[in-house]
């Protein structure tokens, strides 16, 4: 199985190396995970519950960095054991890349190369890779989420501001033309554009 995707993260470069170099971070926002333990440099154990399809299993492994280029990138081989339900081991890289602007942001890459042995590899590869899709895809919904919990939302002051800003300077604009229009006067306040009525 192969696996590449792109996500832009609302968050400086750093902030993203820092959170997925962190195995309380990845502990959270790994589906199904329970356990993310260093055992040692750059070396942690992990264990966590897998469904695909009609297969449940709970797989126990080993994680390992290695090509290690802060803040850019890592790369990581994975090993685990899931009893009766197989095997699974593989590699992946990841690359983070700032991207310039006003806003904190980054990109990150990943790709993922992986083998599955055992009765999740009866199930066939279209299952597997739809598995590992979503995984993938329940992962960055997690970890954007406790990223923006953990840094706030971007430029959040500024966006108000700046709606606020837009609000009443059209709010203003449309009172003006309302009251071209004849609307909005209260009953008995004359008109300044009226002028003199005739015969006065």
């Given at each position: 199985m192969e696996m590449l995707g792109n996500r832009r993260l609302p968050i400086t470069q750093q902030?993203?190396?820092?959170?997925l170099n962190d195995p309380e971070t990845l502990k959270k926002c790994i589906p199904g995970c329970d356990k993310f333990e260093p055992v040692?440099?750059?070396?942690?154990?992990?264990?966590?519950?897998?469904?695909?399809?009609?297969?449940?299993?709970?797989?126990?492994?080993?994680v390992k960095l290695a090509d290690i280029l802060p803040p850019n990138s890592y790369k990581l081989s994975f090993e685990g054991q899931g009893g009766v339900a197989g095997f699974a081991k593989g590699s992946s890289g990841v690359t983070l890349t700032p991207v310039d602007g006003t806003d904190p942001a980054c990109e990150l890459d990943y790709t993922v190369q992986a083998q599955v042995g055992g009765k999740i590899?009866?199930?066939?590869?279209?299952?597997?890779?739809?598995?590992?899709?979503?995984?993938a895809d329940d992962f960055f919904k997690r970890f954007e989420a406790e990223?923006?919990?953990?840094?706030?939302?971007?430029?959040?002051?500024?966006?108000?501001?700046?709606?606020a800003g837009d609000s009443s300077e059209k709010t203003g604009k449309m009172a003006g033309?309302?009251?071209?229009?004849?609307?909005?006067?209260?009953?008995g306040t004359p008109d300044a554009d009226a002028g003199e009525k005739p015969g006065e």
């Open positions: 902030q993203a190396w820092e959170a040692g440099d750059n070396e942690y154990t992990v264990a966590l519950a897998v469904k695909i399809g009609p297969v449940s299993a709970k797989f126990n492994g080993k590899a009866q199930l066939g590869q279209r299952l597997i890779d739809g598995a590992a899709k979503s995984t990223m923006q919990a953990r840094y706030g939302p971007p430029s959040a002051v500024e966006s108000t501001d700046a709606q033309l309302m009251r071209k229009m004849g609307f909005g006067k209260k009953d």
